[in-house]
């Protein structure tokens, strides 16, 4: 066995758009070419947001199956291999936006537009090379306030 065989990648990108289509915020966590990103992200939007509220937030696309969610006027769209627990991944959607509530105090939009770097430093706390490492809102957070506690003083 080789080592690339051993370690799958089990996330392998999380999408954060607007209502209108436009990615706000990606992730990708397997190699995906810089010039079809832009169709990838397309496509997986047209998948998600014209579909029913009451249609399951669980679609199949290509070689990917994509867990979404909508807050407000944002779509979380994460793509997952078949082996993966939709539902843990949805959970795992939720909890990042109540990490993203407890830092913004009610995230927006615009809090994700004007400070993507830090929405990246608790993705990054959350998920490791795909794979979820941290679901505990407090050691989640801890490092982003520590940058904070630090640039005040």
Known sequence: MHGSDFFQVMIKF???????????????????DIGKRAALEANVVKCCLFRKKEECSFVEYKDYKLVYRQYAA??????????????????LVHNFIEVLDKYFNRVSELDI??????????????????????????????????LDKMAEG
Do not use: W
């Open 14 to 32: 999380l999408l954060m758009v607007n209502k209108q289509g436009q990615t706000r915020l990606s992730k990708y966590y397997d190699h995906v």
């Open 74 to 91: 944002l779509f979380i769209v994460v793509g997952i291999t078949d082996d993966e627990n939709e539902l843990s991944i949805y959970e």
């Open 113 to 146: 537009m004007f400070n993507l770097d830090k929405v990246h430093i608790i993705l990054d706390e959350m998920i490791l090379n795909g794979c979820i490492v941290e679901t505990n809102k407090n050691r989640i957070l801890a490092p982003l306030l520590a």
